[in-house]
């Protein structure tokens, strides 16, 4: 009687799930599948589109292909310089946090007002500011006496661009370090306390390693917004992606053509960013999923 009994059951459970819940999850797959096929079927028209367009203007595409390497050797500034900024734009990110959830009065408003100077005012000026502003500052501490300050406020090109960017960004992720720590609950915190735990203390064990979760995902979308504003640094004389484009366009005449050309690579790179960027994300949120 058993034995019938669990060849009867045997059939409507296979590998543990009821044949109602496979026919859904055949379902909401089939979906996928058809979502997927439209999406890159809607993407090959669209770059048909924009070939066809390309090819309409009369883009001398043989001089492309040509300086092409030309242009693909600056992608190691870019990175350089972007991954130099970011690094440094962490680091300040976490101290202007730290600095606007300090119950001190004085790094509080160091902190706040760091935010909102550097959130206010234009990043291209901030550029300008660390290369060409900062050695007048260092002139004027000298006719007060302070020798050697010129020279040393005096920034090459790559440090200018990598402070100008990390200083900025910094910023804008002071809010993001902010409200990723904000969101552990009050009660860890208090755990913590009871445990005789001191805040430092609580904070590097407790709070900052679930508030990483938080802050990882729109770090990496910053560090993909930086690779795009690291052009900047073009305007210094680095000879990163978009000054190698402009410098030949302009030698040749044709600027349209390597404008396209470092467009498109930025657009490469940055798809290429963002593939990892979801495999991060998908990577932090595995504890809020339930494994199959």
Not at 138 to 158: C, D, R, V
Not at 187 to 208: D, H, P, V
Request: some cysteine; charged content about 15%.
């Amino acid at each position: 009687m058993n034995n019938n009994t669990t060849d009867q059951q045997t059939p409507a459970i296979p590998s543990g799930i009821p044949q109602e819940a496979q026919a859904v999850l055949q379902g909401i797959e089939a979906q996928e599948t058809k979502y997927r096929r439209n999406l890159i079927i809607a993407f090959a028209v669209l770059l048909s589109l924009m070939i066809a367009s390309l090819v309409i203007i009369g883009l001398d595409f043989k001089f492309m292909i040509k300086w092409l390497p030309f242009i693909l050797t600056g992608i190691g500034y870019t990175f350089l310089v972007s991954s130099l900024a970011i690094s440094l734009a962490c680091v300040l990110a976490v101290l202007g946090a730290l600095g606007r959830l300090s119950e001190n009065p004085v790094l509080n408003s160091i902190a706040t007002s760091y935010v909102s100077l550097i959130r206010g005012t234009p990043l291209l000026v901030q550029v300008y500011m660390w290369y060409l502003a900062l050695p007048q500052i260092g002139k004027s501490l000298e006719e007060f006496g302070i020798t050697g300050i010129q020279a040393l406020f005096t920034l090459p090109a790559i440090p200018a661009g990598i402070l100008a960017l990390g200083v900025c960004y910094g910023a804008y992720m002071t809010e993001t370090v902010r409200a990723g720590i904000q969101s552990i609950k009050l009660g860890q915190t208090e755990a913590a306390k009871a445990l005789g735990m001191t805040n430092s203390q609580t904070m590097r064990r407790i709070i900052f390693p679930q508030a990483l979760r938080v802050i990882i995902p729109p770090v990496s979308n910053e560090f993909i917004a930086m690779i795009k504003d690291s052009s900047l640094v073009s305007l210094m004389g680095v000879w990163e992606l978009s000054y190698r484009a402009i410098k030949i366009g302009r030698r040749h005449f044709q600027s349209l053509e390597m404008l396209i050309t470092v467009a498109m690579i930025y657009w490469v790179l940055c798809m290429i960013l963002q593939l990892v960027q979801e495999k991060i994300e998908k990577h932090m949120s595995r504890g809020d999923r339930r494994t199959q």
